[in-house]
């Protein structure tokens, strides 16, 4: 059940958001190390804030676990190797 949620979750956070920052970045002629701490930032995993979060409000908390865990460990093995190469663009230098 956790499944679908969390694919559109990890779309959008280590897709779409990322993509979103740069191209501001790129609107707003940021460069250097201002773009690449925005882009840093903007695909980072989830914190442990979700889970908080979702555990005051009485939400889901299964969720926002198996989020917080899954997306620390797709970052670790699949986004932080394209991060380290995408700083390397001249936008980031």
């Known amino acids: 059940r956790l ?19 740069v191209l501001l970045s ?9 773009a690449g701490v925005l882009l840093i930032a903007a695909i980072m995993p ?3 804030m979700s889970i908080q ?3 005051i409000r009485d ?8 989020g917080f865990l899954f997306s ?9 190797p394209i991060l380290i190469g ?3 663009l001249p936008m980031f230098r």
């Open 59 to 66: 939400l889901d908390v299964d969720l926002a676990n198996a």
């Open 26 to 34: 790129f609107l707003f002629g940021l460069r250097g190390m201002a």
């Open 3 to 21: 499944r679908r949620h969390l694919r559109w979750l990890y779309a959008v956070k280590f897709l779409a958001h990322p993509l979103l920052v």
């Open 53 to 55: 979060f979702s555990s």
């Open 46 to 48: 989830a914190g442990v």
């Open 72 to 80: 620390t460990a797709v970052f670790m093995v699949l986004v932080l």
């Open 86 to 88: 995408l700083l390397q």
